[in-house]
C-alpha cells in the first residue's frame, strides 16, 4: 500500500488537514447510564450528554461499525519515550510542543527539528546500535541499506517497502554530494525521525479478508497499525521487535493473535507505569483547568500543620501502588479498587489515616485503614486533597467530580449569574441573628435557587458523602468551628439513578458511597469509557457502545480490569477504521 513519504510529499505541518474533524459525543454507556440521560435536563450543559455520531448503520445491523476519527499525532510523552527506545537513550529529555491537534502548527515543527538535532547531539548515550558500520570509514553502500531497512523498520513501525528505500537511499545519494559519508547518513536519520510515519499515527486499513460483515467504509487496520494501537496503549510508546515481528508474520490479522500480544505486552513492567498514569489521570492528580495537581493544591498552613511535599508524594505513591497492587499482583476487580482497605504509607501518610505505619518519611509499609472510615480510592487522601478547596472540605468539587468522571454525567459550565460566593460554613447573618453553618447546610443555602438546584440536586447529594472528611483528606466525626461548638457530621447523601432498575441509591458516608459505586453498571460502563478514549484518544459515540460494552465486566462476572483491557483491544473499534468521507 502506498504511503505518505517523508521527503516532502505531504509536509509535516499539512498532514491531518484533510482528515475529518473529530465527532463530540457524550454517550452514555451500559443500560443503567443510558436510562439517566434526561434525568437532569434543561441543567446548563444539558447533562447526560446526547448521542450524536449516527452516520453509520443501526447497531442492531450485524454489521462492524466504528466511528469516523480524524489523524492522531504522538503527544510530546509518546514521541520522547519512542525516542528514548529507538536509540536507547533512557535520559534522553525533549522540549515539544504540548498542543497535540491534529494539525502540527510552525511551533511544533520547529521543535521538532530542534529535537532531531538534540537526539543527534546526544550520540554518545544511545545504547542501541543504529547504524551498522563504522559511519568514519569509507562509503559502505550495503550499510546505507541496511540502515535504512532495518532503522527505518523500528522508527516507521512497519517493514519500508522498495518505494520508501529508494526515496532515502536518494536522500542519502543527495547529502553526500556536499558532505562526508557519516553526515549523510546522519541527514537522513534526522529526516526519518522528523517525517510523519514516526510522529502521526498514520492508519490507511487494509480490504476486508471476508470474516466480518463491514458497514461502509469501515476497513479492518493493518497488522503494523494494530500494532502501534497496542504499544502506544499499553506502553505508551513504539512497539518492540516482537511485535513488530508479529505484525509483519500476520498474527495481528485475527483478534485472537492481537489478544495474545495485549497479554504478553500486559506482564511487562511498563504496562505497570501505564496504569499508574491512567488511574493519576482519571483521578486528575496532575490538575484540570478547573483545579490545581495535588502537589499544587493550595492549603490553610495554619488549619493543616502536617502538610509537605512529602505527604503530597506519599499520597500519590498510594493511590498509584494500590492501583498496581490490584491490576497486577490482586483480583484486577473493580470492586475491589473501590472498596480495599489496603493502603501503601510511609510515616506522615499513616499518621493522617490513624493508622500506626513505618516512622518517617522515606519508608514504605501496607497497612490495613479502618473499615468504617476507608475504603478504596475515592476515600484516600489523594483524591480528597485535590478535591478540597484551601480551608474546608468542597462537597461541589467532589460531587460533580464523581458525576462527570465516575458516572459519565457531563455538567456544562454553570450559568453566568452563577454565585462565585466560597462555601466555607461559619458564622453567617440569617434573619436578623448570627448563626452557625456546617458546610454541607452552606452549600445547601447557597445552591438551592432554582437555577442552581437543576445541576446541584445531583451535585450536591454526592458530595454529601464525603461530608467525614476534611481538605487534607484527614477523618472527622464532628464539625467544629471557632465560633460555634462541635457539630455531627451528616453524610447522608444519594447516586442518582444507578441501581439496577434505574432507582437512586441512598448512601451515608463514603464507605456506603464507594460500595455503590462498585456495583454500578454505569461506574464501570464510564471506566471503560475512560480506558477507551486512552486507547484510542478520541470520545466513543454511538457506533462505538458495542465495543464498550463488550469490554465492560459485569459485577456479577468475576471480570477484572485486565479483561476489560484485553477485551478493548480485540473490540471492533480498535481493530477497525472507518474511512473519512471524501
Known amino acids: 500500500m502506498k504511503r505518505t513519504m517523508p521527503d516532502g510529499v505531504l509536509p509535516l505541518e499539512t498532514l491531518g488537514r484533510s482528515a475529518a474533524p473529530r465527532r463530540r459525543g457524550a454517550a452514555l454507556l451500559g443500560a443503567a447510564a443510558l436510562a439517566t440521560s434526561g434525568a437532569l435536563a434543561g441543567c446548563v450543559g444539558d447533562v447526560g450528554g446526547d448521542r450524536d455520531g449516527r452516520d453509520g448503520p443501526p447497531r442492531d445491523s450485524g454489521l462492524v461499525d466504528v466511528a469516523s476519527a480524524g489523524m492522531r499525532r504522538m503527544t510530546p510523552e509518546q514521541f520522547t519515550s519512542s525516542m528514548r527506545d529507538l536509540f536507547g537513550d533512557p535520559g534522553l529529555d525533549l522540549d515539544l510542543d504540548s498542543d497535540a491537534g491534529e494539525v502540527a502548527s510552525l511551533l511544533?515543527?520547529?521543535?521538532?527539528?530542534?529535537?532531531?538535532?538534540?537526539?543527534?547531539?546526544?550520540?554518545?548515550?544511545?545504547g542501541t546500535p543504529v547504524f551498522p558500520c563504522d559511519t568514519r570509514g569509507a562509503d559502505d553502500e550495503a550499510c546505507v541499506d541496511g540502515f535504512v531497512r532495518t532503522f527505518g523498520r523500528r522508527a516507521f513501525r512497519h517493514t519500508l517497502d522498495e518505494a520508501e528505500v529508494a526515496m532515502l537511499k536518494g536522500q542519502f545519494a543527495r547529502a553526500r554530494e556536499e558532505q562526508s559519508f557519516e553526515d549523510a547518513l546522519l541527514v537522513v536519520l534526522k529526516t526519518m525521525i522528523q517525517s510523519p510515519n514516526v510522529y502521526y499515527f498514520v492508519e490507511l486499513g487494509r480490504d476486508g479478508d471476508g470474516g466480518d460483515a463491514l458497514a461502509s467504509g469501515v476497513r479492518p487496520l493493518t497488522g503494523w497499525e494494530r500494532a502501534s494501537r497496542l504499544s502506544y496503549f499499553l506502553w505508551n510508546t513504539m512497539p518492540d521487535d516482537a511485535l513488530l515481528d508479529a505484525a509483519e508474520s500476520g498474527a495481528l490479522d485475527t483478534a485472537e493473535g492481537v489478544r495474545a500480544q495485549a497479554e504478553r505486552l500486559l506482564s511487562h513492567d511498563r504496562a505497570r507505569a501505564t496504569a499508574k498514569r491512567f488511574f493519576a489521570e482519571w483521578l486528575q492528580l496532575d490538575g484540570s483547568n478547573k483545579h490545581a495537581s495535588l502537589e499544587n493544591a493550595p492549603k490553610s498552613r495554619e488549619l493543616y500543620p502536617e502538610d509537605s511535599p512529602a505527604l503530597r508524594a506519599a499520597m500519590r505513591a498510594e493511590v498509584e501502588a494500590l492501583a498496581e497492587r490490584v491490576l497486577f499482583e490482586g483480583d484486577g476487580r473493580f470492586e475491589t479498587l473501590l472498596t480495599t482497605t489496603d493502603a501503601y504509607v510511609n510515616g506522615p501518610l499513616a499518621a493522617l489515616y490513624g493508622v500506626e505505619g513505618p516512622a518517617g518519611d522515606g519508608a514504605f509499609a501496607w497497612v490495613s485503614l479502618p473499615a468504617d472510615q476507608r475504603a478504596g480510592l475515592f476515600t484516600r487522601a489523594a483524591f480528597l486533597s485535590v478535591f478540597g478547596s484551601v480551608e474546608v472540605k468542597s462537597p461541589i468539587r467532589r460531587g460533580a467530580y464523581i458525576l462527570e468522571e465516575v458516572l459519565c454525567r457531563p455538567l456544562g459550565p454553570p450559568p453566568p449569574n452563577a454565585s462565585d460566593v466560597p462555601v466555607k460554613g461559619g458564622a453567617v447573618e440569617e434573619g436578623g441573628a448570627l448563626v452557625h453553618r456546617t458546610v454541607r447546610e452552606d452549600v445547601e443555602a447557597k445552591t438551592s435557587s432554582e437555577t442552581c438546584a437543576i445541576c446541584h440536586k445531583a451535585i450536591n447529594p454526592i458530595g454529601f458523602a464525603f461530608e467525614h472528611y476534611d481538605a487534607l483528606g484527614r477523618w472527622q466525626a464532628q464539625e467544629t468551628g471557632e465560633d460555634a461548638g462541635a457539630r455531627d457530621i451528616d453524610a447522608r447523601g444519594r447516586l442518582p439513578a444507578i441501581g439496577p432498575d434505574g432507582e437512586s441509591v441512598e448512601v451515608d458516608?463514603?464507605?456506603?458511597?464507594?460500595?455503590?459505586?462498585a456495583a454500578s453498571a454505569a461506574a464501570r460502563a464510564c471506566l471503560t469509557r475512560h480506558f477507551f478514549q486512552t486507547a484510542l484518544r478520541r470520545v466513543p459515540v454511538d457506533q462505538d457502545l458495542a465495543s464498550v460494552e463488550a469490554a465492560t465486566p459485569a459485577p456479577e462476572s468475576g471480570g477484572s480490569l485486565r479483561d476489560l483491557i484485553l477485551d478493548l483491544t480485540t473490540s471492533h473499534a480498535f481493530l477497525h477504521l472507518r474511512k473519512p468521507e471524501g
Not at 108 to 126: F, G, Q, T
Request: charged share 20%; glycine share 8%; hydrophobic share 60%.
Open 108 to 126: 511544533a515543527v520547529d521543535k521538532l527539528n530542534a529535537a532531531a538535532e538534540a537526539i543527534v547531539a546526544r550520540r554518545a548515550s544511545w
Open 509 to 517: 458516608g463514603g464507605v456506603e458511597m464507594s460500595a455503590a459505586l
